[in-house]
């Protein structure tokens, strides 16, 4: 089975500036692929980024960008410039590549990230 | 309409009573998942439908727990006799097909889920 570990509960940063969210998984699998959310108050889950993990160029989106350490099943979220906007819970979520049955996503526990003005 | 529609936004059930949740996928997305949130959590899976089969349902936490979605289209998922530790964020999510999510950079769209309260 997968699993889906972050670590922080709650991070806070200052508008403009950067920060970091970081997840580990476990899996045995060899493909497959890696996805942040963001769930603001309204519950509903947005994709910020998602990455394969056959590829070893990090995924980028704008001020979303992620460090894929496959060997140390290590997948982390930098935000560059943050905005008040950016207020939000953020989950890091795996699925496997099945070759049949559902894609069903594993998620982490969540982290709560707050962008003060 | 444009996205996954969930109904009812919120429901308060008594204990023992049974809830029908309801979810509107986007129009053509063959794929469609329930997720269970308990508060503080992040979602776990339930079940998973293609069209109107239902491919794996591994997740539903028992047999009070039922859903189906029987034109392929909306689906419902049902819980009997209510309990509280059924309290939970029920999301559900649609994707167009199955290759799509996995290779076309398509993803999986979420509601903003039917909050179930269980007195």
């Known amino acids: 089975a997968q699993t889906v570990t972050q670590s922080q509960p709650e991070m806070s940063v200052q508008e403009a500036e950067t920060v970091t969210l970081s997840c580990t998984y476990d899996?045995?699998?060899?493909?497959?692929?890696l996805f942040w959310y963001k769930q603001p108050p309204s519950r509903q889950m947005i994709l910020v980024i998602r990455?394969?993990?056959?590829?070893?160029q990090n995924a980028t989106e704008n001020r979303f960008s992620v460090n894929f350490q496959k060997a140390a099943k290590s997948f982390s979220l930098k935000i560059s410039d943050s905005q008040l906007g950016d207020t939000a819970m953020y989950f890091c979520?795996?699925?496997?590549?099945?070759?049949?049955?559902?894609?069903?996503?594993?998620f982490g526990k969540g982290m709560k990230l707050t962008v003060n003005p | 309409g444009a996205g996954v529609s969930q109904s009812p936004r919120y429901k308060v059930a008594k204990r023992g009573q049974d809830v029908a949740l309801r979810c509107d996928p986007i129009?053509?997305?063959?794929?469609l998942f329930w997720y269970q949130q308990a508060l503080g959590q992040g979602p776990e899976f339930l079940t998973y439908?293609?069209?109107?089969?239902?491919?794996?349902k591994s997740g539903l936490p028992s047999d009070r727990f039922f859903a189906e979605r029987p034109e392929g289209s909306v689906s419902t998922l049902k819980i009997q006799r209510t309990q509280q530790e059924d309290s939970a964020v029920y999301l559900c999510?649609?994707?167009?097909?199955?290759?799509?999510?996995?290779?076309?950079?398509?993803?999986?769209?979420f509601g903003e889920g039917s909050w179930l309260t269980v007195v």
């Open positions: 999510a649609s994707s167009l097909d199955r290759v799509r999510v996995l290779y076309s950079g398509n993803t999986i769209y």
């Open positions: 129009s053509g997305h063959v794929s």
């Open positions: 990455q394969e993990a056959y590829k070893q």
């Open positions: 979520a795996f699925m496997k590549q099945a070759q049949g049955g559902s894609e069903k996503l594993v």
């Open positions: 439908f293609q069209n109107e089969a239902q491919l794996d």
């Open positions: 899996t045995s699998e060899s493909n497959y692929y």
